[in-house]
């Protein structure tokens, strides 16, 4: 029975009454840390305390505000606080709807291990950045808990983003130190999505057959490039149709004319365009069958005439 009482009075909870300040209150330097994190700071009698009591670790506490009934839970950062005082970030104290030196009841919790949470960012900003998810990991890094309802602030490249945490697993509060915790993100607050106007067709066309060229607006007024070109010799140009081409029976290439594009090029080959010239007489004459050595020979140096 002793044994049992002993227990009993060693697994007592903390709870305790603090007045709560903000970061900026505290004495000497402001601490950014604390800031971008979820976690408060706390006086060494606390600790002294804890220490006393069985408690499980991480150190997890609830904080209530007894006025509103507004409730969050955070971890501890350090034990340096003035004796009575606890500091808290700016936002945390947001959520809380406390003001400075107003009372706050702080009680140490048991939390299960988040296996999801949802977060809904609260500005439209957050879509700039190229990888939240990994962003909001390394920020996270500085939190100990998060609890449904409460809208944290995370820094990044020197800009403040607020997201609210619409939802935790397994419970509305979660501990999210050494645990694989998966992340969603809802529309930011404001987003809309750009919403398509269906074409009106009668319901005769599925817009997949449509030609781009009808879509476009008819030209008025002044059209650059809607002229005729002149050569600079004044001499017209010479244009070859398809029609004043004769095919021939084995379906050849029409012979290329400059300025007139080639219709039956395929993508993929290359074609070597050498200048034509009417031949000659003497290629007109039937090949003589090739014998080596047979042509004649030439001097490079110059002889010199012989008297």
């Keep these: 029975m002793f044994g049992f009482n002993m227990f009993h009075e060693i697994s007592r909870p903390f709870n305790m009454t603090y007045k709560c300040y903000s970061v900026s209150m505290l004495p000497g330097n402001e601490r950014q840390d604390v800031e971008r994190g979820g976690k408060i700071i706390m006086p060494p009698s606390a ?8 408690i499980e670790y991480p150190m997890i506490f609830k904080l209530t505000n007894k006025k509103t009934k507004r409730v969050t839970h955070c971890g501890v950062l350090e034990f340096v606080a003035d004796e009575g005082r ?13 003001e400075e030196g107003a009372l706050l009841q702080i009680e140490s919790v048991s939390l299960p291990v988040a296996t999801f949470s949802k977060f809904q ?15 909001l ?17 995370i820094k990044y490249n020197s800009k403040v983003y607020e997201l609210c945490v619409l939802e935790t697993k397994p419970g509305n509060a979660v501990i999210i130190i050494e645990c694989d915790m998966n992340v969603e993100f809802a529309p930011p607050v404001g987003y809309k999505e750009e919403e398509r106007i269906p074409h009106d067709d009668g319901g005769n066309s599925t817009g997949m057959d449509e ?9 008025s007024g002044f059209i650059a490039f809607s002229g005729e070109g002149n050569r600079l010799d004044g001499k017209k140009k010479k244009l070859i149709s398809e029609s004043d081409s004769e095919p021939s029976a084995s379906q050849s290439r029409q012979p290329y004319v400059r300025g007139i594009p080639d219709y039956d ?11 034509s010239r009417p031949p000659s007489a003497k290629e007109e004459t039937p090949s003589e069958p090739f014998t080596a ?8 140096r110059n002889t010199k005439p012989k008297n």
Aim: net charge negative; with cysteine; glycine share 4%.
């Design 86 to 98: 606890v500091y808290l970030p700016h936002w945390m104290m947001t959520n809380l709807v406390v």
């Design 293 to 300: 050595f047979k042509g004649e020979g030439f001097t490079l």
């Design 211 to 219: 030609d781009p060229s009808n879509m476009m607006p008819e030209p």
């Design 121 to 135: 960012p609260l500005s439209e900003d957050f879509l700039d950045i190229t990888n939240p998810k990994a962003v």
């Design 137 to 153: 990991e390394n920020c996270l890094r500085n939190f100990s808990c998060l609890t449904t309802g409460d809208v944290i602030a």
């Design 47 to 54: 600790l002294e305390q804890l220490t006393r009591l069985n």
């Design 265 to 275: 090029y395929v993508i993929g080959t290359l074609r070597f365009i050498r200048n």
